[in-house]
């Protein structure tokens, strides 16, 4: 028995006791090919599927480092079959290889005439393919290239794309490193992407992922297309891009809703890029406008399904996708992999955090107790309104104004998703600021800059604000209500107050929970997302708070 | 009193049970020990062992279980004409190892005589079938049987004179006997016609072919019917032809076609036994796992049984997904817990599938104890669990647990298998399926070369099963094959990692047991969470309905938090205290209880009259509101004391029971596990093989010297003659032997041996040569005594 750190399940989930001596040496061994899927804070699971054993074939690794990583540092003797499903799995990708013909251009190239003549015949894969050249080599259509590679992911043989791709029209681009410099994990993450051509990077929110870009854009010096999701991220990339590199404020054009301009450096909306009229995409040309050399997909995670449909047509393009997390709720990460790219780079949230780069959180649930008046009400109430009753009980008022009163030096966001009670929160918190859909750009931007130097010390927001906006000084953000149990908007809020604070100050999350409601249901699955990324929190009842002894 | 083989031509056999007399015992016990149907019952003497020898289905026996070499040999020997010269045979095929072979054949009996004087017992050619070494029958058979019509332009062909049979087959077959007219032949074959002969000459020598009796004198033949009228092939019916043996052979590079004297190698792994025994334990524990997995899905949603036996394929799936396993597997599970007899169906209307009593039993055994049951039963079950799926007779889908899956062979070839993967060393496991089926091929061509899918599928299983693991046969499976259960129990319970006590309870309410768990940790979570993942480790999370099974088992809240946190080598998380507290809190505000009737009335001061009175104490009537009482009493008991103690009750709802009891969990009827039938001969030690030899020797001997001493015989039945008595006297009186037949209880004649040392009180005693005992027969039962000559004493 070698007493390894790592147990392996019968359903290809790995289990990493974090305690344990070689715990750090295995999880260096087996991160490569295995997906990290929960991080609490004694035993890690880690889940063994075929796209991760096929990014880590992308990645160089072989069968045999995957079989010995798990034998060397499993505690039980590893199922036999197992090892060997490991290995024929990862026999699969690379079989089939696209790549440029002097000649024929793009062919699909096979390794294993016996895998060329399955695909040939399948039916939804032969209209991609053109000419037989030999018996090994069959002609691609260029613009076929990625759906085929999409649709020969779904039949198990992923192609391996060597086919490189078109340096696109050169644009100067430069990093200014006068006062700071890339975090050594931002400049592997670069490397490995730049090496890799296209693929992914993940990383947790707050570490810095508008850098990598901007250090992916150094590396290609060509004109860029950035996606993302809505236009205040749209303009955080902007002003970043302008502090840290040599672009300048006319080199970057902004597409929205209310800006159409095209420049070297664009920036788009995912929104406006899905915009259709009479039934058509209106924007698509973008795409083709200018001869782009590097696409950089911001929150790869929530890419919409059209976004893909015309990402399969870029595949001659070099594509970056930065994300904090490779679970999409609709289950495409198979998309991702096929038409962005593999995984170039994986870092999960504890170590950057240990690093240093990201504040550690402190995470507390409030429970409040619901008036008798109010327990009444909502078990009387229609199924589908008692979340909202509980969610926005006006119990909890007091409890969030004791909870900003008690971080007196700190910047306070409070987040919520129903308006009323966003002006409720407003009132009892002496008219602070709210932030919501109808809030114009302009208005928006004043009211973050305020808060960025201090003049405002609390925000009230709706859910606009989960994604992408950037409040480095925010140290205490209050949930007051969601939408319902998603986890994401969990992992996007708390990522508000993990951006590094500049005394390394503690960040605090608290959520505000109704007790023996939906609420503290809804809050309990959010938490175990937390408690799975490795944050404990504590449970508080408002009594305690408000009364503290 | 060994009669050792006198060597020459002198002592030659000339028949059979002649042979038989010349062996030595030793011989005669190996004889014995290889083929043990010959000695059930102990034959008489050699003649009658001689002719069990040629007992059809005991050759057939002997022959099904020779290797792919030994069989050629014996083919071999078998084409040659009566009686063989071993010397002839190996100048003709020139292969090593045929005197080996051959020796092996005379040790089983298929074979006698000497080396250039060897005979074929007769019932040989019978068990090998009409193509021994798939070479067909001479021409000079064949051809008989051709009607003259067809065989005239074969004639013409040839360039012989026009016959008619016979003479027109013994011309033909002279022409093929001639190896340079047959060459020629041959040579004359254009590469389609060569491409049909060659498969055929590979056996086996007969095909089909479409109108094989269509004139050849038909311009645009196929190959085939070329080859017909070139003599090549003969027509044996209107589809089928035949390669007659003299052209397989001139074909055949070797007479024995690919068949290697030695049985092809395996490649293997070596490994570190205990390293293979560790690697099987994790099928194992699984194993155990899933048949635990399913008995419980089974119990709580019991699959319904087919009319013809058997679960639908939707209930296949459906277990399938519950226990996240490949249908074949969860099939095989499934099997393997029914022939242990731990599921079986109910009988009634509407059959189901459930766990048995037998299960409970089996639960409480230990993790090893519950493999080796498991482990038993499949080696022992005559049905085929990867036959499930297929299609089996008239198309229908042959169903887990159906009765189309038996397969009576399957055990006999599980054994095989697993004795090909036992004759690897230890802790070597092999690199590839294929060749372990290769050589199984070799070892026993007539009882697994036809079974190779069904051969692969039982190493496969063996595999799921933790029988073999990297398909190398564990120790603990080689003890427990070899009949040592509590051994291989214990080998088990050795290599399988120690038992955890203890879990880490996670903040987002997962609890892991980093280890297999004790029987009583598995219990508590089993009641406590619900199992996530499971394999070295098991996953268990906390959720509340599953907090709630447990205070509905009757744990208080205060009891799982105790439990958790004294388990627990982490701090239980405020989460799940929270979790715990919240729950009880809530637990039991709403309450339930089992009553057979009720008494309500609005007047609650009447209501309080009954329950105060001693009259109807019996019915033990219990308050739960203010107008209503209840009680466990049956109604008509409730009306009858009331109305006996004066009161004037009512029925109110006749039918009116509230609540069917809580009974025990539902069980279908025990069945017992199946075990291996181990013939009484298989574990018998050598020593009664001497015993054996001894007795058919003496029996022999006995019958030699019945031939030569008159017996002198009872005259009235009962009644022994004075002349018997007289005899008796004299024999021990002159210490000489005497030859008995008495009759037994049961009415059978026996006869025996006696030195006779006494006669008296209507027994005759002394000692069968040999036996040091005492043995006694009463005289009323002799029924014919003899007195040996002098010469007959040494013989014995």
Request: glycine content about 8%.
């Amino acid at each position: 028995m070698t007493d390894g750190p790592l147990i392996v399940q019968s359903d290809k989930t790995l289990l990493l006791e974090v305690d344990h001596p070689q715990s750090a040496e295995a999880r260096a061994a087996i991160a490569p090919f295995a997906e990290l899927e929960r991080s609490p804070e004694h035993v890690h699971t880690y889940r063994l599927t075929p796209l991760g054993l096929w990014n880590a074939r992308a990645a160089g690794h072989d069968a045999e480092q995957v079989v010995d990583a798990l034998v060397r540092y499993s505690r039980y003797a590893v199922p036999h079959a197992l090892l060997v499903d490991v290995a024929d799995t990862m026999d699969r990708y690379g079989r089939l290889q696209l790549v440029k013909h002097p000649v024929h251009g793009l062919v699909l190239v096979s390794l294993d005439r016996a895998v060329l003549e399955e695909v040939i015949r399948q039916k939804k894969i032969n209209p991609m393919l053109g000419a037989r050249l030999d018996q090994d080599t069959v002609q691609v259509h260029p613009s076929e290239r990625g759906r085929l590679k999409q649709a020969l992911l779904k039949v198990g043989w992923p192609a391996e794309d060597l086919a490189g791709y078109v340096n696109g029209e050169a644009h100067p681009i430069e990093l200014r490193l006068d006062d700071w410099e890339l975090r050594s994990y931002q400049r592997q993450a670069v490397e490995m992407f730049w090496a890799g051509g296209s693929g992914v990077v993940v990383l947790p929110c707050g570490a810095g992922k508008t850098l990598v870009g901007a250090a992916a854009m150094a590396e290609a010096k060509a004109t860029t297309l950035i996606l993302v999701t809505n236009t205040v991220a749209g303009r955080q990339w902007k002003r970043e891009l302008i502090a840290r590199t040599t672009l300048t404020e006319e080199e970057i054009g902004e597409y929205s809703g209310e800006k159409k301009e095209i420049r070297p450096v664009t920036i788009a909306t995912y929104q406006v890029m899905t915009t259709r009229r009479k039934g058509e995409y209106r924007h698509l040309e973008l795409f083709d406008s200018r001869d782009w050399g590097l696409i950089v997909y911001d929150e790869v995670h929530l890419l919409p399904a059209p976004i893909f449909r015309l990402t399969a047509d870029l595949q001659s393009r070099r594509r970056l996708g930065l994300t904090a997390t490779l679970i999409r709720e609709d289950g495409r990460e198979g998309d991702v992999f096929s038409l962005i790219g593999p995984k170039r780079y994986d870092a999960p949230w504890k170590d950057i955090e240990n690093q240093g780069w990201i504040a550690p959180a402190d995470c507390t649930e409030v429970r409040v107790q619901l008036t008798d008046a109010e327990r009444m009400n909502y078990a009387t109430a229609e199924p589908e309104d008692r979340y909202k009753l509980a969610a926005t009980a006006r119990t909890k008022l007091p409890v969030i104004r004791q909870i900003v009163e008690n971080h007196p030096n700190d910047q306070v966001l409070v987040i919520g998703a129903y308006l009323d009670q966003l002006d409720d929160v407003s009132a009892e918190l002496d008219g602070a600021p709210i932030i919501q859909g109808s809030t114009s750009n302009k208005e928006r931007e004043r009211l973050y800059d305020e808060f960025r130097r201090g003049e405002q010390r609390v925000l009230v927001v709706s859910k606009v604000a989960n994604f992408s906006i950037d409040l480095p000084e925010a140290a205490v953000a209050v949930q007051i209500s969601g939408t319902f149990g998603s986890r994401q908007e969990e992992a996007q809020r708390l990522g508000r107050v993990l951006r590094p604070k500049h005394d390394g100050r503690q960040a605090h999350f608290y959520t505000v929970v109704a007790r023996d409601t939906l609420d503290a249901e809804y809050a309990a699955h959010r938490q175990r997302f937390l408690a799975e990324q490795g944050y404990s929190y504590t449970i508080v009842d408002a009594d305690d708070l408000l009364r503290p002894l | 009193m060994a009669a050792p083989t006198e060597t020459g031509a002198a002592a030659r056999a000339t028949s059979l049970s002649g042979w038989l007399r010349g062996r030595t015992d030793a011989e005669l016990a190996e004889l014995l020990r290889r083929r043990p149907e010959l000695a059930l019952p102990t034959p008489a003497d050699l003649s009658a062992l001689a002719s069990r020898l040629g007992v059809r289905s005991s050759v057939q026996r002997a022959v099904d279980g020779l290797n792919a070499f030994t069989l050629r040999v014996l083919e071999l020997l078998t084409l040659a004409d009566d009686p063989v010269r071993l010397a002839d045979v190996i100048q003709l095929v020139g292969g090593a190892g045929i005197t080996a072979a051959a020796a092996d054949l005379t040790a089983l009996g298929l074979v006698w005589g000497e080396a250039d004087d060897l005979h074929i017992v007769p019932a040989v050619r019978d068990a090998l079938g009409t193509y021994p070494a798939g070479l067909g029958r001479p021409a000079v058979v064949l051809f008989r049987h051709v009607p003259d019509v067809q065989l005239a332009p074969v004639l013409r062909a040839l360039g012989l004179p026009p016959a008619t049979q016979p003479r027109a087959s013994a011309s033909i077959a002279e022409v093929l006997t001639d190896p340079d007219r047959l060459e020629g032949l041959l040579a004359s074959a254009d590469p389609a016609e060569r491409a049909v002969l060659d498969r055929l000459a590979a056996g086996p020598p007969v095909g089909r072919v479409r109108d094989a009796q269509r004139s050849t004198a038909l311009t645009e033949l196929a190959p085939p019917h070329r080859l017909i009228a070139k003599a090549l092939l003969v027509p044996i019916d209107a589809q089928n032809v035949e390669l007659p043996r003299e052209v397989g052979v001139a074909l055949r590079a070797t007479p024995f076609g690919a068949v290697g004297a030695e049985p092809p190698t395996i490649e293997v792994r070596e490994r570190r036994p205990d390293e293979l025994d560790r690697g099987g334990t994790t099928a194992v524990l699984d194993t155990v796992r899933l048949v635990e997995a399913l008995a419980e899905s089974w119990a709580a949603h019991p699959p319904a049984q087919l009319r013809a036996g058997g679960i639908g394929v939707r209930e296949l799936r459906r277990t399938a997904k519950e226990l996240a396993l490949d249908e074949p597997i969860a099939a095989l599970i499934a099997e393997v817990a029914m022939a242990a007899g731990l599921i079986n169906a109910t009988h009634g209307i509407q059959p189901v599938y459930l766990p048995t009593a037998g299960y409970d039993i089996w639960r409480r055994h230990k993790s090893a104890r519950r493999w080796s049951e498991l482990a038993l039963a499949w080696l022992a079950m005559t049905r085929q669990p990867s036959l499930v799926g297929q299609r089996g007779e008239r198309d229908r889908l042959i169903t887990a647990l159906g009765p189309d899956a038996e397969r009576g062979t399957i055990p006999a070839l599980r054994r095989l298998v697993l004795t090909t993967v036992a004759a690897l060393a230890p802790g070597a496991a092999p690199v590839s399926r294929a060749a372990v089926l290769d050589r199984l091929s070799w070892q026993a061509p007539r009882r697994a070369a036809g079974q190779r899918p069904l051969a692969d599928a039982v190493l496969a299983e063996a595999d799921v099963l933790g029988i073999t693991a990297a398909g190398g046969l564990t120790g603990y499976s080689r003890t427990l094959l070899a009949g040592s259960r509590e051994v291989a129990d214990q080998v088990l319970t050795g290599a399988m990692p120690v038992p955890v006590e203890y879990f880490l309870v996670q903040p987002d309410l997962t609890i892991v047991v980093p280890g297999p768990p004790s029987a009583e940790l598995a219990a508590e979570l089993a009641l406590t969470a619900d199992l996530e993942s499971s394999g070295g480790a098991s996953v268990y999370r906390v959720t509340e309905s599953s907090l709630r099974r447990a205070l509905d088992a009757g744990r208080a809240g205060s009891d799982i938090a105790a439990m958790i946190s004294e388990r627990s080598r982490t701090p239980v998380p405020q989460a799940l205290q929270y979790l715990i507290d919240d729950l009880s809190r809530r637990h039991g505000a709403l309450r339930s209880g089992t009553a057979t009737a009720y008494l309500r009335c609005d007047d609650e001061a009447l209501l309080a009259r009954v329950l105060a009175d001693r009259g109807v104490a019996g019915l033990q009537l219990r308050r739960i509101a203010a107008t209503v009482a209840v009680s466990s009493a049956p109604v008509h008991r409730v009306l009858d004391l009331l109305r006996g103690a004066g009161y004037a009750p009512a029925a109110e709802s006749p039918d009116g029971e509230l609540i069917a009891l809580d009974g025990e969990a539902p069980r279908a009827p025990s069945r017992q596990p199946l075990r291996a039938v181990r013939s009484a001969r298989a574990a018998d030690p050598a020593i009664n093989l001497a015993e054996l030899v001894r007795r058919v020797r003496s029996g022999e001997a006995l019958t030699e010297m019945s031939r030569r001493a008159p017996a002198l015989a009872q005259q009235v039945p009962g009644v022994t003659s004075a002349a018997m008595m007289g005899e008796l006297r004299d024999a021990i009186r002159q210490g000489r032997q005497i030859l008995l037949e008495v009759a037994g209880t049961d009415g059978q004649q026996t006869r025996h041996q006696l030195l006779p040392i006494s006669m008296a009180g209507g027994v005759v005693r002394g000692h069968e040569p040999g036996d040091r005992s005492l043995r006694s027969f009463p005289l009323h039962r002799i029924t014919a005594v003899s007195v040996f000559g002098e010469g007959a004493d040494d013989t014995v």
